[in-house]
């Protein structure tokens, strides 16, 4: 993980998918874990969702709150 990884997450939208234009750390969990069973994409994408999946899995999506309000 790079450290401007979790200020993707609360700024990048999806590309693709049933939930396009949702920012990442917006996704719901089942999609996440859909991802986590079926196989992430390649590239940047994949890495950010994978690192989404970990923090919504432990229950660490507060985490990401002081980076939303900036």
Request: net charge neutral.
């Amino acid at each position: 993980m790079q450290a401007e990884d979790l200020q993707k997450l609360v700024e990048r939208p999806m590309p693709f998918g049933k939930y396009q234009g949702r920012l990442i750390a917006d996704l719901p969990g089942d999609y996440l874990n859909w991802f986590a069973r079926t196989g992430f994409p390649k590239g940047e994408m994949g890495r950010l969702l994978q690192l989404m999946h970990e923090i919504d899995h432990n229950g660490l999506s507060d985490l990401l709150m002081p980076l939303r309000q900036r």
